[in-house]
């Protein structure tokens, strides 16, 4: 199984302030001969479904603030909300799809600080 | 608009048998994977298996293989998960997933989401 791991656990960042989520991956991710990242980014607040945020690693879906990015490549990612706003507060997921089983990370809870 | 609502929440005893359900609206239901993902109270998620309601090929997880039954009927858009055996530690939040791409393999991501099912398992 491809081990997905997020860092911090949790984090207070001030409203209007960046807020960097880290997602590290047991192996790589990166399907070479499609030059694709095969990791996804969800939000889900309390009591609601996963929303899907990123998938490619960077490509944002449609209808997500652009305050949200993706970056990274092979095993090292990270979700950054450049300016933080109330909305945003929730637990974070990355996703890796490149093999079955299907991993995500244990979460990044975002709140106000 | 691209919808998947679940079936109701289910209180149930240790031993008793459970389907739950995930019928899609909106997309053409045979042409994408349809996942599972479960989430314990107060903890992550965790995929299940997928299902591809075209011809029905499943895929699970081997932390789930042999646990649940994941199906599906397309003449009527629905997926269905199933235990013959619920146990406490079954207690959780279900969540049924629409896969991305339609018509390609499990591996892609979960853009539409159910409302989740809440699954008891208590004496």
């Known amino acids: 199984d491809i081990v997905m791991t997020q860092s911090p656990d949790s984090l207070a960042v001030s409203l209007g302030e960046r807020a960097t989520i880290s997602c590290k991956s047991g192996?790589?991710?990166?399907?070479?001969?499609?030059?694709?990242?095969?990791l996804a980014w969800y939000q889900q607040k309390p009591g609601q479904p996963p929303k899907l945020l990123i998938y490619?690693?960077?490509t944002r879906e449609s209808g997500v603030p652009d305050r949200f990015s993706g970056s990274g490549s092979g095993t090292d990612f990270t979700l950054t909300i450049s300016s933080l706003q109330a909305e945003d507060v929730a637990v974070y997921y990355c996703?890796?799809?490149?093999?079955?089983?299907?991993?995500f990370g244990g979460g990044t809870k975002v709140e106000i600080k | 608009e691209v919808q998947l609502v679940q079936s109701g929440a289910e209180v149930k005893k240790p031993g008793e048998s459970l389907k739950i359900s995930c019928k899609g609206s909106?997309?053409?239901?045979?042409?994408?994977?349809i996942g599972w993902v479960r989430q314990m109270p107060g903890k992550g998620l965790e995929w299940m298996g997928s299902?591809?309601?075209?011809?029905?090929?499943?895929r699970y997880s081997p932390s789930f293989q042999g646990q649940v039954t994941i199906s599906a009927d397309k003449s009527i858009s629905t997926a269905y998960l199933q235990w013959s055996s619920l146990k406490a530690s079954d207690t959780a939040m279900y969540y049924c997933?629409?896969?991305?791409?339609?018509?390609?393999?499990?591996?892609?991501?979960?853009?539409?989401w159910g409302q989740g099912t809440l699954v008891t398992v208590s004496s």
């Open positions: 997933a629409r896969q991305s791409i339609p018509g390609a393999d499990v591996y892609n991501w979960f853009d539409f």
């Open positions: 909106g997309y053409s239901f045979s042409n994408n994977w």
């Open positions: 299902i591809y309601p075209g011809d029905s090929d499943s």
């Open positions: 192996q790589s991710v990166l399907y070479r001969s499609k030059n694709k990242n095969y």
């Open positions: 490619w690693a960077s």
């Open positions: 996703q890796q799809y490149y093999t079955t089983p299907l991993t």
